[in-house]
Protein backbone atom coordinates (compact mmCIF):
# COMPACT_ATOMS: atom_id res chain seq x y z
CA UNK A 1 0.00 0.00 0.00
CA UNK A 2 0.97 3.69 -0.51
CA UNK A 3 2.76 5.19 2.16
CA UNK A 4 0.65 8.27 1.85
CA UNK A 5 -2.97 8.16 2.76
CA UNK A 6 -5.34 8.75 0.03
CA UNK A 7 -7.47 11.43 0.77
CA UNK A 8 -10.83 9.53 0.71
CA UNK A 9 -13.09 11.55 2.39
CA UNK A 10 -11.33 15.12 3.77
CA UNK A 11 -12.68 16.27 6.69
CA UNK A 12 -14.62 19.33 6.36
CA UNK A 13 -12.58 22.56 7.56
CA UNK A 14 -13.95 24.87 9.92
CA UNK A 15 -14.13 28.50 8.94
CA UNK A 16 -10.98 30.39 9.34
CA UNK A 17 -11.61 33.17 11.89
CA UNK A 18 -8.23 34.58 12.22
CA UNK A 19 -9.45 37.54 9.86
CA UNK A 20 -12.00 38.57 12.43
CA UNK A 21 -9.67 40.02 15.63
CA UNK A 22 -8.26 41.80 12.49
CA UNK A 23 -11.44 43.49 11.55
CA UNK A 24 -12.62 44.18 15.33
CA UNK A 25 -9.15 46.44 14.97
CA UNK A 26 -9.88 47.92 11.83
CA UNK A 27 -13.43 48.98 13.13
CA UNK A 28 -11.66 50.55 16.12
CA UNK A 29 -9.01 52.49 13.72
CA UNK A 30 -11.93 53.25 11.89
CA UNK A 31 -14.03 54.87 15.07
CA UNK A 32 -10.33 56.18 16.73
CA UNK A 33 -10.02 58.33 13.16
CA UNK A 34 -13.76 59.18 12.94
CA UNK A 35 -14.51 60.93 16.06
CA UNK A 36 -11.96 63.50 15.66
CA UNK A 37 -14.91 65.06 13.15
CA UNK A 38 -16.91 67.36 15.23
CA UNK A 39 -21.30 66.96 14.35
CA UNK A 40 -22.18 69.87 15.69
CA UNK A 41 -25.81 70.33 14.51
CA UNK A 42 -26.01 73.95 13.01
CA UNK A 43 -28.88 76.06 13.77
CA UNK A 44 -27.50 79.43 12.05
CA UNK A 45 -26.43 79.27 8.58
CA UNK A 46 -23.34 80.21 7.96
CA UNK A 47 -20.77 81.35 4.84
CA UNK A 48 -17.24 81.61 5.71
CA UNK A 49 -15.38 84.52 3.85
CA UNK A 50 -12.44 83.80 2.57
CA UNK A 51 -9.26 84.29 3.23
CA UNK A 52 -6.05 83.39 1.65
CA UNK A 53 -3.70 84.40 4.62
CA UNK A 54 -5.64 81.90 6.92
CA UNK A 55 -3.67 79.45 8.04
CA UNK A 56 -5.02 75.47 9.31
CA UNK A 57 -5.99 75.06 12.86
CA UNK A 58 -3.49 72.19 14.05
CA UNK A 59 -4.86 71.42 18.03
CA UNK A 60 -8.64 71.04 17.30
CA UNK A 61 -8.77 69.83 21.21
CA UNK A 62 -7.51 73.19 22.37
CA UNK A 63 -10.24 75.15 20.43
CA UNK A 64 -14.12 76.15 21.20
CA UNK A 65 -16.32 77.35 18.69
CA UNK A 66 -18.62 79.98 18.45
CA UNK A 67 -20.99 79.93 15.22
CA UNK A 68 -23.35 83.40 14.52
CA UNK A 69 -25.21 83.62 11.68
CA UNK A 70 -28.62 83.78 10.67
CA UNK A 71 -31.06 80.85 12.15
CA UNK A 72 -31.91 78.55 10.13
CA UNK A 73 -35.01 78.02 11.88
CA UNK A 74 -37.42 81.13 11.33
CA UNK A 75 -39.37 81.44 14.23
CA UNK A 76 -35.84 82.28 16.00
CA UNK A 77 -36.29 85.51 14.03
CA UNK A 78 -34.46 87.18 11.60
CA UNK A 79 -31.38 88.99 13.14
CA UNK A 80 -28.37 87.05 13.39
CA UNK A 81 -27.67 84.82 16.41
CA UNK A 82 -24.76 83.33 18.50
CA UNK A 83 -24.80 79.60 18.31
CA UNK A 84 -22.34 78.05 21.46
CA UNK A 85 -22.00 74.30 21.20
CA UNK A 86 -25.44 73.23 19.54
CA UNK A 87 -27.94 75.84 21.45
CA UNK A 88 -28.80 79.20 20.05
CA UNK A 89 -27.83 81.71 23.07
CA UNK A 90 -30.38 84.16 24.35
CA UNK A 91 -28.01 87.16 24.19
CA UNK A 92 -24.58 87.78 24.12
CA UNK A 93 -24.12 88.00 28.05
CA UNK A 94 -24.15 83.78 27.85
CA UNK A 95 -20.65 83.82 25.93
CA UNK A 96 -18.70 84.84 29.11
CA UNK A 97 -20.39 82.24 31.39
CA UNK A 98 -20.00 79.73 28.42
CA UNK A 99 -16.15 80.37 27.94
CA UNK A 100 -15.50 79.64 31.88
CA UNK A 101 -17.70 76.41 31.72
CA UNK A 102 -15.41 75.54 28.74
CA UNK A 103 -12.22 75.02 31.26
CA UNK A 104 -10.08 72.15 30.40
CA UNK A 105 -7.63 70.45 33.11
CA UNK A 106 -4.41 71.65 32.95
CA UNK A 107 -5.02 75.05 31.01
CA UNK A 108 -5.94 78.36 31.55
CA UNK A 109 -8.77 80.30 29.25
CA UNK A 110 -5.53 82.34 28.41
CA UNK A 111 -4.51 79.05 26.60
CA UNK A 112 -7.36 77.90 24.47
CA UNK A 113 -8.21 79.24 21.76
CA UNK A 114 -11.46 80.55 20.63
CA UNK A 115 -12.95 80.31 17.15
CA UNK A 116 -15.69 82.97 15.48
CA UNK A 117 -17.66 81.18 12.77
CA UNK A 118 -19.00 84.36 10.99
CA UNK A 119 -21.35 84.06 7.91
CA UNK A 120 -19.91 87.09 6.21
CA UNK A 121 -22.68 88.72 5.56
CA UNK A 122 -23.65 89.72 9.52
CA UNK A 123 -22.93 92.60 11.00
CA UNK A 124 -19.99 94.06 13.12
CA UNK A 125 -21.86 94.80 15.90
CA UNK A 126 -22.75 91.60 17.13
CA UNK A 127 -19.11 90.26 16.60
CA UNK A 128 -17.42 92.87 18.00
CA UNK A 129 -19.92 91.88 21.42
CA UNK A 130 -18.73 88.78 21.36
CA UNK A 131 -15.14 90.10 21.52
CA UNK A 132 -15.81 91.93 24.22
CA UNK A 133 -17.09 89.08 26.45
CA UNK A 134 -14.58 87.52 25.30
CA UNK A 135 -11.51 90.10 26.89
CA UNK A 136 -13.56 90.12 29.85
CA UNK A 137 -13.31 86.88 30.59
CA UNK A 138 -9.85 86.51 29.49
CA UNK A 139 -10.37 84.01 26.72
CA UNK A 140 -8.07 86.28 24.36
CA UNK A 141 -6.83 83.56 21.92
CA UNK A 142 -9.36 84.37 18.86
CA UNK A 143 -9.18 82.75 15.43
CA UNK A 144 -11.46 84.23 12.67
CA UNK A 145 -12.81 81.11 10.91
CA UNK A 146 -12.43 81.34 6.99
CA UNK A 147 -12.24 79.04 3.96
CA UNK A 148 -8.54 79.69 2.25
CA UNK A 149 -9.71 79.31 -0.96
CA UNK A 150 -13.34 78.85 -3.10
CA UNK B 1 -25.51 9.31 6.45
CA UNK B 2 -22.97 11.05 5.20
CA UNK B 3 -22.99 14.31 6.27
CA UNK B 4 -23.80 17.61 3.91
CA UNK B 5 -20.51 19.17 2.19
CA UNK B 6 -20.86 22.20 4.19
CA UNK B 7 -19.07 24.66 1.34
CA UNK B 8 -16.11 26.19 3.22
CA UNK B 9 -16.69 30.27 3.76
CA UNK B 10 -13.66 32.19 2.45
CA UNK B 11 -12.99 34.27 4.62
CA UNK B 12 -9.94 35.58 3.67
CA UNK B 13 -11.10 38.71 1.85
CA UNK B 14 -13.45 39.86 4.62
CA UNK B 15 -10.03 41.31 5.70
CA UNK B 16 -10.15 43.20 2.35
CA UNK B 17 -12.89 44.50 2.39
CA UNK B 18 -12.63 46.09 6.24
CA UNK B 19 -9.62 47.48 4.41
CA UNK B 20 -11.99 49.09 1.84
CA UNK B 21 -13.76 50.39 4.18
CA UNK B 22 -11.71 52.33 6.54
CA UNK B 23 -9.24 53.57 3.81
CA UNK B 24 -12.48 55.21 2.14
CA UNK B 25 -13.26 56.63 5.35
CA UNK B 26 -9.80 57.89 5.98
CA UNK B 27 -10.01 60.03 2.82
CA UNK B 28 -13.41 61.49 3.34
CA UNK B 29 -13.18 62.20 6.83
CA UNK B 30 -9.98 64.92 6.46
CA UNK B 31 -11.86 66.83 3.84
CA UNK B 32 -12.78 69.40 6.19
CA UNK B 33 -9.50 71.92 6.95
CA UNK B 34 -10.86 74.59 9.56
CA UNK B 35 -8.78 77.51 9.11
CA UNK B 36 -8.73 80.43 10.17
CA UNK B 37 -6.41 84.07 10.81
CA UNK B 38 -4.92 83.73 14.11
CA UNK B 39 -5.33 86.88 16.40
CA UNK B 40 -4.92 88.11 19.76
CA UNK B 41 -7.66 90.38 21.70
CA UNK B 42 -6.03 93.30 24.08
CA UNK B 43 -6.14 92.48 27.77
CA UNK B 44 -9.00 94.51 29.59
CA UNK B 45 -7.52 97.05 32.22
CA UNK B 46 -10.25 97.45 34.81
CA UNK B 47 -7.76 100.10 36.48
CA UNK B 48 -8.07 103.77 35.29
CA UNK B 49 -5.47 104.93 33.40
CA UNK B 50 -4.02 107.95 32.64
CA UNK B 51 -4.56 108.87 29.36
CA UNK B 52 -2.22 107.61 26.64
CA UNK B 53 0.27 110.57 25.55
CA UNK B 54 -0.41 112.13 22.35
CA UNK B 55 0.67 110.57 19.24
CA UNK B 56 1.73 111.77 16.13
CA UNK B 57 -0.61 111.49 13.69
CA UNK B 58 1.95 110.56 10.74
CA UNK B 59 2.54 106.56 12.98
CA UNK B 60 -1.59 106.11 12.96
CA UNK B 61 -3.39 104.51 9.68
CA UNK B 62 -6.57 104.50 10.45
CA UNK B 63 -8.81 102.42 8.56
CA UNK B 64 -12.74 102.76 8.70
CA UNK B 65 -15.11 100.73 6.97
CA UNK B 66 -18.76 102.10 7.42
CA UNK B 67 -22.03 100.15 7.14
CA UNK B 68 -22.16 100.65 3.29
CA UNK B 69 -18.96 98.77 3.43
CA UNK B 70 -16.92 101.37 1.77
CA UNK B 71 -13.25 101.59 3.02
CA UNK B 72 -12.02 105.51 4.29
CA UNK B 73 -8.49 105.08 4.89
CA UNK B 74 -7.03 108.58 6.73
CA UNK B 75 -10.40 110.35 5.47
CA UNK B 76 -10.80 109.39 2.22
CA UNK B 77 -12.40 106.77 -0.04
CA UNK B 78 -10.55 103.76 -0.70
CA UNK B 79 -10.94 100.78 -2.90
CA UNK B 80 -10.07 97.15 -1.44
CA UNK B 81 -7.61 96.70 -4.33
CA UNK B 82 -5.48 100.07 -3.07
CA UNK B 83 -5.25 99.14 0.50
CA UNK B 84 -2.77 96.60 0.33
CA UNK B 85 -0.67 98.76 -1.28
CA UNK B 86 -1.37 101.67 1.37
CA UNK B 87 -0.60 99.51 4.08
CA UNK B 88 2.51 98.05 2.38
CA UNK B 89 3.52 101.46 1.69
CA UNK B 90 2.71 102.49 5.87
CA UNK B 91 5.48 99.44 7.13
CA UNK B 92 7.75 99.83 4.43
CA UNK B 93 8.47 103.87 2.86
CA UNK B 94 10.44 105.56 5.32
CA UNK B 95 12.81 102.21 5.91
CA UNK B 96 15.38 103.77 3.99
CA UNK B 97 15.57 107.14 5.08
CA UNK B 98 12.33 109.69 5.52
CA UNK B 99 10.60 109.38 2.39
CA UNK B 100 6.73 110.48 3.38
CA UNK B 101 6.11 112.91 6.37
CA UNK B 102 2.92 111.21 6.54
CA UNK B 103 4.07 108.14 7.58
CA UNK B 104 6.17 106.88 10.55
CA UNK B 105 9.98 106.66 10.57
CA UNK B 106 12.16 103.89 11.26
CA UNK B 107 14.94 103.77 13.64
CA UNK B 108 17.92 101.76 13.40
CA UNK B 109 18.37 99.52 16.44
CA UNK B 110 22.39 99.14 17.61
CA UNK B 111 24.09 97.26 20.35
CA UNK B 112 24.74 100.76 22.15
CA UNK B 113 21.44 102.07 21.76
CA UNK B 114 19.75 98.95 23.79
CA UNK B 115 22.12 99.15 26.44
CA UNK B 116 21.49 102.89 26.67
CA UNK B 117 18.02 102.15 27.11
CA UNK B 118 18.22 99.31 29.21
CA UNK B 119 20.67 100.92 31.81
CA UNK B 120 18.56 103.79 31.90
CA UNK B 121 15.17 101.83 32.65
CA UNK B 122 17.18 100.27 35.03
CA UNK B 123 17.90 103.62 36.74
CA UNK B 124 13.98 103.88 36.53
CA UNK B 125 13.16 101.38 38.10
CA UNK B 126 15.62 101.83 41.19
CA UNK B 127 14.02 105.24 41.33
CA UNK B 128 10.03 103.89 41.11
CA UNK B 129 9.89 99.89 42.17
CA UNK B 130 6.25 99.88 42.11
CA UNK B 131 6.28 100.82 38.35
CA UNK B 132 4.53 97.66 37.14
CA UNK B 133 5.43 98.37 33.17
CA UNK B 134 8.70 98.74 33.97
CA UNK B 135 10.19 95.30 34.00
CA UNK B 136 8.20 94.74 31.04
CA UNK B 137 9.90 97.08 28.75
CA UNK B 138 13.80 96.17 30.02
CA UNK B 139 12.77 92.40 28.91
CA UNK B 140 11.47 93.82 25.94
CA UNK B 141 14.78 95.89 25.15
CA UNK B 142 17.05 92.70 26.13
CA UNK B 143 15.33 90.54 23.45
CA UNK B 144 15.96 93.76 21.19
CA UNK B 145 19.21 93.42 22.11
CA UNK B 146 19.78 89.75 21.60
CA UNK B 147 18.34 90.25 18.05
CA UNK B 148 21.04 92.46 17.21
CA UNK B 149 23.51 90.30 18.61
CA UNK B 150 21.74 87.82 15.91
CA UNK B 151 21.59 89.77 12.91
CA UNK B 152 23.48 92.93 12.98
CA UNK B 153 22.06 96.67 13.12
CA UNK B 154 18.33 96.45 12.39
CA UNK B 155 15.79 99.50 11.45
CA UNK B 156 12.60 99.35 13.81
CA UNK B 157 9.30 100.89 12.87
CA UNK B 158 8.05 104.13 15.35
CA UNK B 159 7.20 102.66 18.44
CA UNK B 160 4.09 104.37 18.36
CA UNK B 161 3.62 103.47 15.02
CA UNK B 162 -0.18 101.64 14.67
CA UNK B 163 -3.30 100.74 12.37
CA UNK B 164 -5.95 101.93 13.83
CA UNK B 165 -9.59 99.93 12.52
CA UNK B 166 -13.26 100.97 13.15
CA UNK B 167 -15.78 99.49 12.05
CA UNK B 168 -19.86 100.59 12.08
CA UNK B 169 -22.00 98.47 13.75
CA UNK B 170 -23.72 97.88 10.23
CA UNK B 171 -20.64 96.89 8.52
CA UNK B 172 -20.27 93.43 6.91
CA UNK B 173 -18.03 91.15 8.68
CA UNK B 174 -16.61 89.71 4.86
CA UNK B 175 -15.46 93.07 4.65
CA UNK B 176 -14.09 93.06 8.20
CA UNK B 177 -12.41 90.10 6.98
CA UNK B 178 -10.76 90.84 3.91
CA UNK B 179 -9.41 93.85 5.85
CA UNK B 180 -7.73 91.79 7.72
CA UNK B 181 -6.89 89.32 5.35
CA UNK B 182 -4.62 92.00 3.58
CA UNK B 183 -3.12 92.93 6.74
CA UNK B 184 -2.09 89.54 7.75
CA UNK B 185 -0.64 89.22 3.82
CA UNK B 186 1.00 92.64 4.28
CA UNK B 187 3.18 91.39 7.16
CA UNK B 188 3.35 88.12 6.37
CA UNK B 189 5.27 89.24 3.17
CA UNK B 190 7.52 91.50 5.02
CA UNK B 191 7.97 88.62 7.23
CA UNK B 192 9.19 86.32 4.26
CA UNK B 193 11.72 89.04 3.25
CA UNK B 194 13.20 89.28 6.49
CA UNK B 195 14.11 85.67 6.43
CA UNK B 196 15.03 85.57 3.61
CA UNK B 197 17.35 88.29 4.58
CA UNK B 198 18.62 86.65 7.61
CA UNK B 199 18.66 83.21 6.80
CA UNK B 200 16.02 82.20 8.72
CA UNK B 201 14.26 78.99 7.95
CA UNK B 202 11.59 79.05 5.58
CA UNK B 203 8.37 81.89 7.44
CA UNK B 204 5.75 78.76 6.06
CA UNK B 205 7.20 76.47 8.26
CA UNK B 206 7.61 78.10 11.57
CA UNK B 207 5.27 76.45 13.93
CA UNK B 208 4.17 78.15 17.34
CA UNK B 209 4.35 74.94 19.20
CA UNK B 210 7.61 74.02 18.64
CA UNK B 211 9.97 76.50 20.75
CA UNK B 212 13.14 76.19 18.50
CA UNK B 213 10.85 77.97 15.34
CA UNK B 214 9.55 80.61 18.45
CA UNK B 215 13.05 82.26 18.88
CA UNK B 216 12.95 83.03 15.33
CA UNK B 217 8.81 83.66 15.54
CA UNK B 218 9.84 86.40 18.39
CA UNK B 219 12.37 87.73 16.62
CA UNK B 220 10.03 88.32 13.35
CA UNK B 221 7.76 89.96 15.67
CA UNK B 222 9.99 92.64 16.28
CA UNK B 223 11.49 92.89 13.25
CA UNK B 224 8.15 93.73 11.50
CA UNK B 225 5.31 93.98 14.41
CA UNK B 226 1.50 93.58 13.36
CA UNK B 227 0.22 96.73 15.37
CA UNK B 228 -3.42 96.90 14.73
CA UNK B 229 -6.06 98.60 16.97
CA UNK B 230 -9.41 98.25 17.20
CA UNK B 231 -11.63 100.53 18.45
CA UNK B 232 -14.91 99.35 19.90
CA UNK B 233 -17.92 100.14 17.92
CA UNK B 234 -19.74 103.50 18.62
CA UNK B 235 -22.89 102.96 16.63
Known amino acids: ?150 | MARREIGEINAGSMADIAFLLLIFFLVTTTMEVDAGIGRQLPVKLDINLPPPPPVNERNVLKILANKNDQLLVEESFVKMEDLYDIVMKFYTVNKSGERDINMPLYEPITKEKCRAEITKLQADLVKSPDNTSLPGEIAKWEEKSALVDEVGVYSEIHKSAVIQLKNQAGTSYGLYMEVQNILKQVVNELRVIECEKHDFPDYYTLREDRPEDMVYINMLRILVPERILESKIEN
Open chain 1, 1 to 150: MSKFKKGGKRGIPAVNTSALPDIIFMLLFFFMVATTMKEVEMKVEIKKPIANQATPIEDKDNVDFIYIGYPIDAAEGTEPRIQLDDRLAPDVTSVGDWKKSKVRAGKRVLDIVTSLKVDKKVGMRIVSDVKEELRDVDALKINYSADISK
